[in-house]
């Protein structure tokens, strides 16, 4: 075998430029998380809405919107990232289950990766879920989808993996969704405290009558 | 879209979206005063997108350009590339929702998180503006194809703009670490 010195350089450039890669997207990554967590936990949700319905010249609506709670910095964050990828991932399951026009769907796979998805949500909200049992979760959906993946394909029907792909418009297959979901699990897993991280909470907006009086302008810090 | 709806989008996106400008270059207030702009833009238009897949991308597309009209009226002559003024025609671009790649990877002290996120926001602030718009999307967790059609450009556009926006930005880390010792 010839020794080849400039396929080898080459190579050597290739991997470090893919590693600062790397680097830079989880820069970038953790930048965004943080300043999103924080901007959550310390934005006046409430005095934001009033603001935007001020500035829509809307009727009055008393807002009761509540912010995400939990601890300071990025942990609350990466729960709620792992929690809203989950979310999207059940909801597109239930999308494909639902869905009949694909009769040879091997749906107990399916149905068993949703739930073991729905569960490991659930405890990531609780705060109950530990690493180890969180990301067996996750490998226990990736390979339900997979054996699902692999029986369809051998079926030659449309594989959950296509389906997901025409529910989302986009070219993100299901094993690039149950990476990404790794991905983010691993993060919340990975800070999760004794006391439990929480949920972004739906708000509610109660209206009423009156005038709008403008109460301050939000987040001019 | 009814209050409780609205409420829930403004809980969910107006962080992100503020982050979004900021990576324009945008102040933390001008950041914050476009972003309600353009939730009230939504607010009032609300009839308009149907699908509510739609607003992630409506809503950047509008704060931009409310962004861009506040410091100076360059959002009405085309710099966004619509030659609009005002919030709507917006392409409309549906996912189910925005797949969100952020995580922490390492604990740090609050003061270092603003740090480094001044320190990253500094860096997208430096890329050329097509670049910029390519990149924040990108790092949003838009796919290509996505980005595409928000922005009224091919894919290969997509892409190349992606990969000037890396190699940009790697010079200018390896500027950094030359001249402030290594970041991370």
């Not at chain 1, 995400?68 to 399951?93: K, Q, R, T, W, Y």
């Not at chain 2, 962080?15 to 476009?34: I, K, M, N, P």
């Not at chain 2, 740090?115 to 500094?122: H, I, K, M, P, T």
Request: hydrophobic share 40%; with cysteine; proline share 5%.
């Amino acid at each position: 075998m010839t020794p080849d010195p400039a396929g080898d350089g080459r190579r050597a450039h290739g991997d470090h430029q893919a590693q600062d890669d790397h680097q830079l997207d989880e820069l970038v990554r953790v930048a965004r998380a943080s300043f999103i967590a924080r901007s959550d936990l310390t934005f006046d949700f409430e005095a934001g809405l009033a603001d935007v319905y001020y500035r829509a010249n809307l009727p009055f609506a008393t807002v009761v919107a509540r912010r995400p709670a939990g601890g300071p910095g990025p942990v609350s964050g990466a729960v709620a990232l792992a929690c809203s990828h989950l979310d999207e991932l059940i909801s597109l399951l239930d999308t494909v289950l639902l869905s009949g026009t694909h009769a040879n769907l091997p749906g107990s796979q399916i149905q068993r990766a949703r739930e073991v998805l729905a569960r490991l949500r659930a405890e990531l909200a609780r705060g109950s879920a530990s690493r180890a049992g969180a990301m067996a979760a996750v490998a226990s959906a990736a390979d339900a989808l997979d054996q699902a993946d692999l029986r369809v394909r051998l079926e030659r029907s449309p594989s959950p993996g296509n389906q997901l792909r025409g529910r989302r418009g986009s070219a993100i297959d299901t094993a690039e969704l149950m990476c990404m979901l790794q991905y983010h699990v691993e993060a919340a897993v990975q800070h999760v405290g004794p006391a439990g991280p929480a949920q972004p909470r739906p708000a509610r907006v109660r209206r009423r009558d009156g005038g709008s009086p403008r109460t301050r302008r939000a987040d001019q810090a | 879209m009814g209050e409780d709806e609205f409420a829930a989008l403004y809980l969910q996106h107006r962080s992100a979206l503020v982050w979004y400008l900021r990576g324009h270059g945008a102040s933390q207030a001008e950041a914050a005063d476009a972003v309600q702009d353009a939730f009230a833009y939504a607010l009032r238009d609300a009839d308009q997108v149907s699908d509510r897949r739609a607003w992630p991308s409506w809503l950047r597309t509008v704060a931009f350009r409310c962004y861009l009209r506040s410091v100076g009226g360059r959002g009405s002559s085309g710099q966004d590339g619509s030659g609009h003024d005002g919030p709507a025609p917006v392409t409309v671009v549906c996912v189910p929702e925005l797949p969100d790649k952020a995580v922490a990877a390492e604990p740090a002290t609050d003061a270092e998180l603003r740090a480094q996120e001044e320190f990253v926001l500094s860096l997208l602030a430096a890329l050329p503006m097509q670049q910029r718009r390519v990149f924040t999307l990108h790092y949003e967790g838009w796919a290509s194809a996505e980005i595409a059609a928000q922005l009224g450009m091919q894919k290969a556009a997509v892409r190349q703009n992606i990969a000037r926006a890396r190699s940009a930005l790697r010079s200018l880390l390896m500027h950094d670490s030359v001249t402030q010792g290594d970041f991370s």
